[in-house]
């Protein structure tokens, strides 16, 4: 498929976060005039954004906000060819503490990006979570896996992404829904297990860990951005839900092993 934003403008919620900020630079490179919406701060934060070269920072239109804010949203998709919707509150444990704050930003927040949607007649990339199938009840885990809402988090997201599912059904909204799975790579939060894997490895004598026989498919970043890229371009994607991930999956002790590993080898290196 050839990837042309070309003169596009396109919306990013969620534009300082770790799969997004990357989207917001991956967009640019490909011609898009990008509109980055972020959660308003005292300090006007712009998240991962600020790691991006200036250039791409200069180029970008900073619009800050809060997706519970309908007017918010509605003036933010004015003219978009694309709503790319990452943003959400996700942490899990943050949703046990704090359910009402996750369900409104998550649901509600998603109910305003499609009213949005309907408003302008844009096309929409909704951004799910692996973490809607539960625990997994049959591997590999596709599409049609059961929906099990585990904690307040996986509950918001599947409501989600069921309202995307009816606004596509019922008001012909053009929405695609992707499910990332476990994506690494640069910018990601140092809490997240190869993060933390690797400082452990580099810090200390020993690791410690939960569960190693948990087993999950880690995705790098750039190829998760492409998909959400694909989805936004695919005209047969529309109506549809995309599990976004690698393919293959990998125990935590295997990938304990592969990081010490590697580490391993670039010590050997770096010696004289």
Same mark, same amino acid.
Do not use: W
């Given at each position: ?167 596509? #059904?019922? !008001?012909?909204?053009?929405?695609? =829904? *992707?499910?990332? +799975?476990?994506?690494? /790579?640069?910018?990601?939060? @140092? ?24 087993? #999950?498919? !880690?995705?790098?970043?750039?190829? =998760? *951005?492409?998909? +959400?890229?694909?989805? /936004?371009?695919?005209?047969? @994607? ?35």
């Amino acid at each position: 498929m050839t990837l042309n934003f070309e003169n596009k403008q396109e919306l990013v919620t969620g534009a300082g976060g770790f799969i997004g900020s990357e989207l917001v630079k991956q967009l640019q490179l490909q011609g898009a005039q990008v509109r980055a919406f972020l959660r308003y701060t005292s300090q006007a934060e712009k998240g991962l954004l600020k790691y991006l070269t200036q250039s791409t920072q200069d180029a970008l239109e900073l619009v800050f906000g809060d997706l519970r804010d309908t007017d918010a949203v509605q003036c933010a998709a004015q003219d978009v060819d694309i709503i790319f919707h990452l943003g959400a509150l996700i942490s899990i444990p943050y949703s046990y503490v704090h359910p009402v704050e996750v369900v409104q930003s998550n649901v509600i927040g998603t109910l305003n990006v499609l009213q949005a949607c309907r408003a302008v007649g844009c096309r929409l990339v909704h951004t799910s979570t692996s973490e809607v199938y539960g625990t997994a009840q049959v591997v590999p885990i596709d599409e049609g896996h059961p929906l099990q809402g585990q904690s307040p988090y996986s509950a918001s997201k599947i409501g989600a992404d069921k309202l995307v599912e009816s606004y596509y #059904r019922a !008001f012909d909204v053009k929405a695609v =829904t *992707v499910r990332p +799975f476990n994506t690494y /790579g640069p910018g990601q939060s @140092a809490r997240a297990v190869i993060p933390t894997i690797i400082t452990q490895a580099l810090t200390r004598d020993e690791i410690h860990l939960g569960n190693l026989d948990a087993r #999950r498919d !880690f995705t790098y970043l750039s190829d =998760t *951005v492409d998909g +959400f890229i694909r989805a /936004g371009l695919a005209d047969e @994607a529309v109506g549809e839900t995309i599990n976004l991930g690698y393919g293959e999956d990998i125990s935590i002790g295997e990938l304990v092993n592969l990081v010490v590993a590697l580490v391993l080898s670039l010590i050997h290196i770096s010696e004289p």
